[in-house]
């Protein structure tokens, strides 16, 4: 059978021609400019963090380094004498808040966002209004009103992991717009008529056809939602729970040390950073393998 | 019949269907998009919808796939009636005007997805994707991703996708509207000779009168959600049905008239009537460009088919003239060594041929309407 000959069109390579075109010295120009605003943004950022790291290693004498601060954060054990120390707990429910409120955002962010692009489109702008709502209440709003339901939550469930509801809530507007960025570059229309002309039902279409060309999106609403939950105090602290947060705190108002409170921010910060960054590098790994 | 058509038909008759579209109406709102149409497609036969820009192709192609609910109608799909089957079920391999390629998957996943979902042994599955990338002429590109491929060879993919299934019907609204000039006119002999070999019952739509005209067995005029005709090209081309269709596959001089006894007097020629029965009285003659000749000078008097060339269009092969008659224009399609025998400025008197035409009563039907 007749193969044709190759259609006379090639993929753009976009990068080398615009390059050439500038001349070398706009170039070195342009880049000196690029570096020195990175270098003074770079230390706006940076000199605040490295600061409050230098404070939390000041030894008793002024100008001295120690680690008292950081051994007694690890080794606080509150009014409890034996057991984990609750720093090592509360580490551990806000990784498992952050786990079931991403898991809870995800699964009922996409399927919703997909249905609504896909089959009732006049309900998006009213779908995108609430998401963004509580962008607009102050956390301390939320609480006043979330007050008698965490009363009747309380009832049936002490354990800290209860805040999920809230912090799904509070995540919303963040994933809501993360995925209605990856959802808005796809067109969701064409790819589900064409699969279902093939033979997919909704559900295939959603699962195998919509959600892989979305990773990015949902890597980056799971990203947004992890800081946030990572980073959540007053809300825990006005529902009298103990998070990460909470805890830090509590350990900084109760050690007799000035050193232990820089320590604690550090340490949430550390902590925070290091997270996002294993979730932002599982993410770019998902996109390399893809070519 | 062309030597195509015949082959067509011997195709046919090994697998293809038969499909038939009964009083079929749409309407979104208050729009009419479909009113009552009526189309049957014979097994293996190639289709074209022609139209002008809103005249309801799509929405024909898309009750057809199944991706619309009709309001009213029945289709029927060799002798069964799908008109309640959804579009996942129908059978129904499609192209469409947008790229349509799933991004994720490589140019092998794409072909093959559809049998995936059926469920298909993964062997199997891959030598029919191969065979179908051959069929398209891109068994190279078999593991490149949908964005390292130009515009023409994601839609030849996508077409091995819609016939990877082994659909019974195949349907293309639009495949090539977004190609250039050159791509277009090669993807388009080769979807026929795809379309041929396969043997498969086709819907090809489109608002390009060339591409419809160039590769379909029977074409279909459509206007305001309804097929105004179905005839083979050279049909519609020549023996109109409508004076809308008249107007809007190729081009037609309007020039008044008087009608009487089957026979249109147009600026003292008598033109015969395609339509012996239209009334007598003053009418609107189409007359094909293709239908006039020039020649130079004219006499002493200045008859009514006397003028002036006021512009000349060079179009390869051809040439058209654009003569001032005074009091209209008309256009005259001429091999191009006899039209520059007429530079702009010089006199001319046109001869029009007595090819039986058609009348367009009352400036009904100004075709083209939006397109
Ligand atoms: N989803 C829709 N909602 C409202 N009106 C629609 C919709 N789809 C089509 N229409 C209307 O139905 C009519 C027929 O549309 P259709 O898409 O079938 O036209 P078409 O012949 O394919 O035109 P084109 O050549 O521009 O593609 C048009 O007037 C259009 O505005
Ligand atoms: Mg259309």
């Not at chain 1, 979330?146 to 809230?166: C, D, E, K, T």
């Not at chain 2, 819609?162 to 002999?189: F, M, T």
């Not at chain 2, 002036?308 to 001032?324: N, Q, Y």
Request: with cysteine; charged share 15%.
């Amino acid at each position: 059978m007749a193969a044709l000959a190759p259609v006379g069109e090639v993929v753009r390579e976009p990068s080398a021609r615009r390059a050439a075109g500038v001349s070398a010295r706009r170039r070195r120009r342009l880049n000196a400019f690029r570096y020195l605003v990175f270098t003074v943004f770079g230390l706006f950022f940076a000199l605040p963090l490295l600061a409050m790291a230098r404070f939390s290693l000041e030894g008793a004498k002024l100008g001295t380094w120690s680690v008292t601060a950081w051994s007694q954060i690890a080794s606080y054990q509150g009014t409890q004498a034996v057991g984990i120390p609750p720093l090592i707990s509360s580490i551990e429910i806000t990784l498992e808040l952050a786990v079931i409120t991403c898991a809870v955002i995800v699964l009922l962010l996409v399927p919703t966002m997909i249905w609504i692009r896909l089959r009732v489109r006049w309900l998006s702008r009213t779908f995108e209004f609430l998401c963004l709502l509580p962008l607009t209440i102050p956390a301390i709003v939320l609480v006043v009103g979330l007050g008698p339901i965490y009363n009747r939550i309380q009832r049936v469930s002490l354990s800290a992991l209860m805040l999920f509801w809230v912090y799904v809530i509070l995540a919303l507007p963040y994933a809501y717009r993360a995925l209605a960025a990856g959802l808005g570059g796809l067109d969701v229309t064409t790819l589900a008529e064409a699969a279902r002309s093939l033979g997919a039902r909704w559900l295939t279409v959603i699962v195998r056809v919509i959600v892989p060309n979305m990773w990015q999106a949902i890597i980056n609403a799971l990203l947004l939602t992890s800081a946030l939950v990572l980073g959540e105090f007053t809300i825990a602290y006005l529902l009298l729970y103990n998070n990460l947060q909470v805890e830090l705190y509590s350990i900084s108002r109760n050690t007799p040390n000035a050193g232990v409170l820089f320590a604690t921010s550090t340490a949430a910060l550390a902590f925070a950073f290091a997270l996002l960054l294993i979730l932002s590098y599982v993410g770019r790994r998902r996109r390399r393998s893809r070519g | 019949m062309s030597p195509q058509a015949t082959s067509a038909q011997e195709a046919a008759t090994r697998n293809a269907v038969e499909v038939q579209m009964t009083g079929l109406s749409r309407r979104y709102g208050q729009v009419v998009a479909l009113d009552r149409l009526d189309l049957t497609l014979q097994p293996g036969e190639l289709v074209a919808l022609l139209g002008p820009s809103g005249c309801g192709k799509t929405t024909t192609l898309r009750l057809l796939a199944g991706l619309e609910d009709a309001d009213a109608g029945q289709i029927t799909v060799a002798g069964r009636d799908i008109t309640h089957v959804p579009a996942s079920r129908r059978d129904m391999g499609m192209v469409f005007q947008a790229y349509s390629l799933f991004p994720h998957m490589t140019v092998r996943q794409n072909v093959a997805f559809g049998l995936r979902l059926r469920r298909v042994a993964a062997a199997v599955r891959d030598r029919r994707a191969v065979e179908m990338l051959e069929l398209v002429g891109l068994s190279e590109q078999a593991d490149r991703y949908p964005h390292q491929l130009s515009g023409g060879q994601q839609q030849r993919v996508a077409l091995a996708r819609a016939l990877a299934i082994e659909p019974q019907v195949l349907l293309l609204d639009e495949p090539l509207s977004a190609l250039d000039a050159k791509v277009r006119a090669q993807l388009r002999d080769e979807i026929r000779r795809i379309q041929l070999e396969v043997g498969i019952t086709t819907l090809f739509v489109t608002h390009d009168q060339e591409e419809a005209l160039a590769i379909a067995d029977r074409v279909g005029v459509m206007r305001d959600g309804r097929l105004e005709q179905l005839a083979s090209p050279t049909d519609v081309y020549s023996r109109p049905a409508t004076a809308f269709v008249a107007e809007f596959v190729g081009l037609s001089n309007r020039l008044a008239g008087t009608v009487s006894g089957g026979v249109v007097t147009v600026r003292g020629c008598d033109l015969p009537l395609m339509d012996r029965s239209t009334p007598d009285g003053p009418a609107m003659a189409l007359v094909r460009p293709e239908a006039v000749t020039l020649a130079s000078g004219y006499p002493a008097d200045a008859g009514p088919l006397t003028g002036t060339v006021i512009a000349l269009t060079f179009l390869g092969a051809t040439s058209r003239v654009t003569v001032d008659l005074g009091d209209t224009t008309i256009l005259a399609q001429l091999a191009t060594a006899d039209a520059t025998a007429h530079p702009a400025g010089s006199r001319v008197t046109l001869t029009i041929r007595p090819d039986p035409v058609l009348v367009a009563v009352d400036g009904a039907a100004s075709a083209g309407e939006g397109a």
